[in-house]
């Protein structure tokens, strides 16, 4: 009994000193201190009249039903909400400007997070076996992409530029990922390969891409040797009918072709030593490359070659095809490529038996290049890798770290797997691409994007709409044959290098329209020329110009502002001195070669711009042009029309200045 009665006694003052303890251990809460904290700070910025108000002891919550999730962050980030608080320190501090309702949409539905922890452990810390831990700040833009879908999501520079690199990268290629559907391949159609390059090239190119071109999207598979001369071997086989040309050095020919390529201005799309677009494949070692009867075929019709490619059909004679071939081989030669060194790669090269192309075949396969490339013969063989629908919720204890040292969370393994594959494993197939550092967290921000989680509709984001755009008949012959849209956007679709072309017709001059077709120029001293010398017959003029009059229009836009055309003098003077001494006009645009250079000069603008669209740009210039640099003055319809008549009252700039 005694022992029984002891063990009572000892249990008892046990039980007292917990019951004791339990107040005072609620009483020091993490929270309460920080709240207490917080009311001192509120008194303080009352006595200095500002509006910030102390807060109740106790639990605060978010609780939103639509997302399901009840956040306690605002338990201890009081000032979340407080704008009179964005210098105070943490956890204080307010949040920044957002398009949100904090008490509305919560914390952890962008921050990530345990959103039901009230201790900063608890809520911040990375614990063992959390489900999903709080987002570093240079990953948070992924959260962005739970509900922003489109392309370019305002402000969240870092999930729109990675993005980008997913859809050029061609990552689609291999995996599944949402928003990202599996077009047409981008990259060149490998039938006739055979007949288009050099052996020597093509091996080379094979065993390190980057060696040749250092910004091509094409990554490198760290192929051995013989697996570079079996693909090599394979890729050799799948040839074309294309004639046989033989290139001449007469130097007259070469003259000639050196005057062609520069009238097509070919150096607005392809580089040539480090200098000139990057549109298309720099030609700076293409004689090296590129076989001269397969170069003479392709600038007769790029299309029959390559049904999906961008270049466009120039209307050159069969003459000065053969000269641009006589330039280009001669000017654009590789002087790496050594013919001796080329036939003994020929000569070890697998034999063009089944057994060895059955070997090229499967590695092509292997290596997915079906991805990128089209291949006849191996069409509807594309080996696939994992889905990536819901990466941004794998479960970390499902990821290989092998004996890397890492973080043992997701961003940390899907940084290293996109900047560095093979490290963990020689053997993976996910060949390397060169990302920088930069470009792999951009990535890795719009991986995390891709979520498990269901969003409720009213909390997406609208998806972009994109008018479908099927020009028929002649028009639509022309934007195939000169692909228009690979550098212009009409009705929204099509490319960003050049001015969109929805409204030309309210916008330009028919008869400016014609002869810059005739002879393009640059209308920016700034910037390299662009648009090509196609050689348009005066029938394809007619045809596109009489489209554009009748069909890409703005009614909302006048032609004719002023009577006859003619803007009034003292209108035009009233013009001029706003232009120089109210707006400042001349600080970037040029006449007669004086003011800045930021945009376009603006001599004899009359003769290229309709009045109408003149007044209706200088009243909002970002209603045509959304990312323009002009500012929008909010111009009054007084102003507005005496500085378009001062603009239409300009004569044109010498030919000599142009």
Request: charged residues 25%.
């Given at each position: ?8 006694c ?24 920080y ?10 910025k009352?006595?200095q009249?500002?509006?910030v ?19 306690r ?6 000032g979340?909400d ?18 949100h309702?904090?008490?509305?949409t ?8 345990q ?15 959390w ?35 997913i ?11 949402p ?8 990259a ?10 050099r ?15 250092e910004r ?6 760290q192929l ?29 020919m ?5 005057l062609?390529?520069?009238e ?18 720099d030609?700076?070692?293409?004689g ?16 029959a ?19 641009v ?7 654009f ?6 013919d001796?060194?080329e036939?003994?790669?020929v ?22 290049c ?13 080996e ?43 053997n ?9 550092d ?64 929805s ?21 920016r ?19 596109a110009?009489?489209y ?17 055309g ?9 013009g ?12 970037c ?28 740009y ?12 002009e ?13 378009t008549?001062y ?10 200045q142009?």
């Amino acid at each position: 009994m005694r022992r029984l009665a002891r063990a009572f006694c000892i249990s008892s003052v046990l039980f007292l000193a917990v019951y004791a303890v339990a107040p005072l251990r609620d009483y020091f809460q993490e929270w309460k201190r920080y709240q207490k904290s917080y009311n001192r700070l509120a008194d303080e910025k009352f006595r200095q009249n500002i509006p910030v108000r102390a807060t109740p002891i106790g639990i605060r919550q978010i609780w939103n039903r639509d997302l399901d999730t009840v956040d306690r962050c605002v338990t201890c980030h009081l000032g979340v909400d407080n704008r009179f608080l964005r210098d105070a320190s943490h956890p204080f501090r307010a949040h920044p400007v957002t398009p949100h309702k904090i008490g509305e949409t919560g914390c952890t539905v962008c921050h990530r997070g345990q959103s039901a922890a009230t201790t900063v452990r608890g809520a911040h810390g990375r614990l063992r076996w959390w489900e999903d831990p709080m987002l570093p700040s240079q990953y948070l833009q992924s959260s962005c992409g739970q509900c922003h879908a489109g392309s370019s999501v305002p402000e969240a520079w870092v999930l729109n530029a990675g993005r980008g690199l997913i859809e050029t990268s061609r990552c689609v290629g291999c995996h599944k990922i949402p928003g990202f559907a599996r077009r047409e391949p981008i990259a060149p159609d490998l039938d006739g390969i055979g007949s288009k390059v050099r052996p020597l090239w093509l091996f080379r190119w094979l065993k390190n891409p980057k060696d040749y071109l250092e910004r091509t999207s094409m990554p490198d598979f760290q192929l051995s040797d013989e697996q570079a001369r079996v693909l090599t071997a394979f890729l050799l086989s799948q040839k074309v009918s294309v004639p046989e040309a033989s290139v001449t050095s007469d130097r007259a020919m070469v003259e000639l072709g050196q005057l062609r390529y520069r009238e097509a201005r070919c150096i607005s799309c392809h580089a040539q030593g480090g200098r000139g677009g990057t549109f298309g494949p720099d030609l700076g070692k293409v004689g090296g490359k590129v076989r001269p009867g397969w170069l003479e075929s392709w600038l007769r019709d790029p299309k029959a070659l390559f049904p999906q490619t961008r270049m466009p059909q120039f209307s050159f004679p069969e003459k000065d095809i053969r000269a641009v071939v006589a330039y280009m081989e001669s000017e654009f030669a590789d002087s790496s490529i050594d013919d001796r060194q080329e036939q003994e790669l020929v000569r070890s090269l697998p034999p063009g038996s089944r057994e060895s192309l059955a070997a090229g075949q499967d590695l092509y396969h292997r290596l997915g290049c079906g991805g990128c490339h089209r291949l006849k013969q191996m069409e509807g063989q594309i080996e696939f890798g994992p889905d990536l629908t819901e990466i941004g919720n794998k479960d970390v204890d499902r990821l290989d770290f092998g004996n890397l040292r890492l973080e043992r969370n997701l961003w940390s393994w899907l940084f290293t797997k996109v900047k560095t594959p093979r490290t963990f494993g020689k053997n993976l197939k996910m060949p390397n691409f060169g990302f920088s550092d930069e470009q792999s967290q951009e990535i890795v921000v719009a991986l995390l994007s891709l979520s498990a989680r269901k969003i409720p509709p009213r909390y997406l984001a609208p998806a972009e709409k994109v008018s479908p755009l099927r020009p028929q008949g002649d028009f639509g012959k022309l934007l195939k044959k000169y692909e228009c849209l690979s550098c212009h956007t009409i009705h929204g679709e099509g490319g960003k290098l050049a001015p969109d072309l929805s409204i030309i017709g309210s916008q330009a001059r028919p008869q400016w329209i014609a002869s810059y077709f005739r002879l393009p120029y640059s209308l920016r001293p700034i910037l390299t020329e662009r648009m090509p010398l196609l050689g348009m017959s005066d029938q394809e003029i007619r045809t596109a110009v009489g489209y554009f009059q009748t069909v890409l229009l703005d009614d909302s836009i006048p032609q004719k502002l002023f009577p006859d055309g003619r803007p009034d003098a003292q209108q035009a003077a009233r013009g001029k001195e706003l232009y120089f001494n109210k707006y400042g006009c001349h600080a970037c645009h040029q006449i007669q070669t004086a003011g800045g250079y930021v945009g376009p000069p603006l001599d004899g603008i009359g003769g290229r711009l309709f009045s109408g669209y003149v007044l209706a740009y200088l009243k909002n210039p970002q209603r045509f042009k959304p990312a323009v640099r002009e500012p929008n003055y909010h111009l009054d319809d007084s102003d507005a029309r005496a500085l378009t008549a001062y603009l239409l009252s300009l004569p044109a700039a010498d030919k000599g200045q142009r």
